[in-house]
């Protein structure tokens, strides 16, 4: 088994690059995107798992090296799981993530049903030869009101299940060890721990 001792963490996202990072071994070198001037693929996918692998495909195919990547996104029920794989486009869309996280709290309650909706997050990890896992995390919450001002996207109009504050609301340490992020990671981690 060949040991990783560098990892490129396939996203352009600085806030999951802090987060990806920071579960990761502090031993291992890890690159950006940006460090080897890579631009971002497409997202054709149809599903978190199809851009997360796509991603991974693209980036570690440009750089040669491992890739660990993300797609990750917030489905609301009463929204039909919407913005979904679309999150960070409904961002560009409506003009910033202020003004979709308004728009979502206006659309959920003129819905005047549930607020419930859950983080996803699939990770693939790809080498060079081809070989690659992926792995998904959900955590359930519900939206709500905006409240706080740390994490990054949707962060302050989720509030996880079993919590009484936002996403947006809880120190970085905090979110970092319960998100969707985390638990895909987990998941990831006992497939990969010996190859650190
Ligand atoms: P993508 O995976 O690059 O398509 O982007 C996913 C988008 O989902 C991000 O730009 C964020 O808007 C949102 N998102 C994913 N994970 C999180 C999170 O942990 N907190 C807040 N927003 C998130």
Redesign the pocket.
């Known amino acids: 088994m060949k040991k990783i001792n560098k990892l490129l963490i396939g ?1 352009h ?1 600085k ?2 690059f802090r ?1 990806i990072s920071d579960l990761l071994p502090k031993k291992l070198k890890k690159i950006s995107p940006q460090d080897l001037k890579i631009e971002s693929p497409e ?1 054709t996918g149809k599903s978190f798992e199809e ?1 997360s692998e796509l991603k991974a495909n693209f980036f570690c195919k440009r750089s040669n090296i491992v890739t660990l990547s ?5 489905e609301v029920d009463c929204l039909d799981g919407n913005p979904g ?1 679309y ?3 409904w ?1 560009e869309k409506f003009g910033g ?1 202020e003004n979709a996280m308004q728009e979502i709290i206006k659309m959920v309650k003129n819905k005047n049903k549930n607020s419930k909706a859950q ?1 996803i ?1 699939s990770l693939t990890i790809q080498w060079p030869e081809g070989e690659k896992i992926t792995e998904t995390g959900v955590i359930k919450g519900n939206i709500t009101e905006k409240k706080g001002n740390n ?5 302050p109009i ?1 509030i996880p299940d079993g919590y009484h504050k936002t ?1 947006g609301e809880m120190n970085y340490k905090e ?1 970092l060890l319960i ?3 985390f638990i895909a990671y987990k998941k990831l981690e006992k497939k990969i721990k010996n190859y650190f």
């Open positions: 996203t996202n806030g999951k987060e997202e851009n993300d797609d990750s996104g917030l794989i999150s960070s486009r961002a993530f983080f997050c994490g990054f996207g949707y962060d989720f996403f979110k998100d969707h992020r």
